[in-house]
């Protein structure tokens, strides 16, 4: 069973930075892409950043030169750089996995809160 194991949440003050980490049980470069998504109190889950196979990565205009999807193949884990955070960037944060077979795999969310 695929696991996705999601760290590195907290409370932080605006244009602070924070990173989070999300461990896979398996290799992720079985996955067809992986992402990293967020939802706020009252709002719908959003796509933040996505890191594909072959190492095209996107973002959510909001984030886009604040945030940097990474990965380290050698311990099967994907980083989300968040730097300049807002307080509009409150919100839990998920990891996602798409794979090649079968649904979508889905971390259990760590919360990320800023605010002074």
């Known amino acids: 069973q695929v696991q996705l194991v999601e760290s590195g949440g907290g409370l932080v003050q605006p244009g602070g930075s924070l990173r989070l980490s999300c461990a896979a049980s398996?290799?992720?470069?079985?996955?067809?892409?992986m992402g990293w998504y967020r939802q706020a109190p009252g709002k719908q889950r959003e796509l933040v950043a996505v890191?594909?196979?072959?190492?095209?990565?996107d973002y959510a205009d909001s984030v886009k030169g604040r945030f940097t999807i990474s990965r380290d193949n050698a311990e099967n884990t994907v980083y989300l750089q968040m730097n300049s955070l807002k307080p509009e960037d409150t919100a839990v944060y998920y990891c996602?996995?798409?794979?090649?077979?079968?649904?979508?795999?889905w971390g259990q969310g760590t919360q990320v809160t800023v605010s002074s």
């Open positions: 996602n996995a798409d794979r090649v077979v079968g649904p979508d795999v």
């Open positions: 398996v290799s992720i470069s079985s996955f067809v892409s």
């Open positions: 890191l594909l196979r072959r190492g095209n990565t």
